[in-house]
DNA sequence: CAGTCCTTATCTATCAAGTGGTAGGTTAGA
DNA sequence: TCTAACCTACCACTTGATAGATAAGGACTG
């Protein structure tokens, strides 16, 4: 019981720490970008000081390009398989899961639009993720990349317009009709 | 000579002086957005002290939201008569202008990831210019207010990953798949 | 025309708060 | 005892914003 690793709801969890320390920041910088935060409002959400942040991330940088990977990871994962039916619905439903919640704007549609700005190993982060998504999105058309590429960038601007007007009816419109004129032009 | 408009390049020329403080100010904005500029950066592109910006722009949102009204009321003036012949096209060639220059992100796609986050003038202002950009292709579209939507948030899509890319292709790609994609789905 | 007054635009100097980051001490578990 | 995790305490610097001085120019007034 006291073994392996400890169940027990002590003071101190150390394993899971820099996950919660990853779950705060991430929620930090989906809302405000990556100079929209600090790590005294990390330490804050997370409970513990700025110094204890630097210690498990010595940078800022550190943390965001450990935080953007982790995200781009779960969100390919979620994807499942591009070549299962339904995966076109699927990427949509993905995309969607960043509207209607306030704060939790995609963090690579933020990243990018702040990209000129960025330290270049999170540029290089966000740069994978849509690399990937673009990638697992033309398979799911067939090898069709340059409707992959229209179709990512409909569905990241939708999320970006719906949010900023605060009406998720927009990206659901748009994904429809973006959904359909990727079906209807070609196939 | 001395009456009237001063044309001597004297020292003082306080008539053009806001208008180069919103000239620097969106330069900064476009690259960093609202978080990632500071009075003095501005100050600075200027070549006058921080304190003068203040007394022309109290607030940061005061400036801001005077940066993004005046940058959407260019926008659109570029953008002429949506009645007119080729007005997709001239949609999607607006759109590219921020694309392929570096630290020039359209401001407005920059502001409205960062909306969560931003004072509400401000987020009024960007979301007016979505608005507005709507309105406009859906009266190029015949009315088709979905496709409208859908195509302005593929080109602001497309911007920012082509932008975060460094590849204006994926813009011109993914621009030409949405018109096309816009022309065949109706009509 | 001279004198004064007001407005505009700019400066210097400063503020309290916040920034990323560091040094070094403390504590607890293996 | 060693080490990871966390702490207190700080550092130099930057942030948005303010107060008050200065200077120039236009506009009334005598």
């Known amino acids: 019981m006291t073994s392996m690793t400890d169940e027990r709801e002590v ?31 990390v330490a804050a959400a997370v409970g513990v000081k700025s110094a204890s942040i630097h210690h498990h991330f010595p940078t800022k940088e550190d943390l965001v390009v450990a935080l953007t990977a982790r995200y781009r990871d779960r969100f390919l994962e979620s994807l499942g398989d591009p ?11 993905a ?12 963090l690579c549609g933020l990243l990018a639009a702040e990209s000129d700005a960025l330290p270049e ?14 990638d697992w999105a033309a398979r799911a058309l067939g090898g069709e990349t340059e409707r992959a590429e229209a179709l990512i960038a409909g569905l990241a601007g ?18 429809a009709a973006l959904l ?5 032009g070609h196939r």
């Open 11 to 41: 003071i101190r969890r150390p394993a899971d720490r820099r996950e919660r320390i990853l779950d705060a920041a991430e929620k930090l910088a989906r809302r405000g970008g990556y100079f929209g935060f600090s790590f005294r409002d």
């Open 95 to 106: 995309y969607r899961s960043a509207v209607g919640t306030r704060d939790q704007m995609c």
């Open 180 to 184: 359909s004129g990727v079906s209807s």
């Open 121 to 134: 190993a999170t540029r290089g982060e966000v740069g994978t993720f849509y690399d990937a998504n673009i």
């Open 158 to 175: 939708a999320v970006v317009l719906a949010r900023s007007k605060l009406d998720p009816g927009i990206y659901d419109r748009a994904a």
């Open 83 to 93: 070549l299962q039916p339904g995966a076109a619905r699927r990427l949509a439903d």
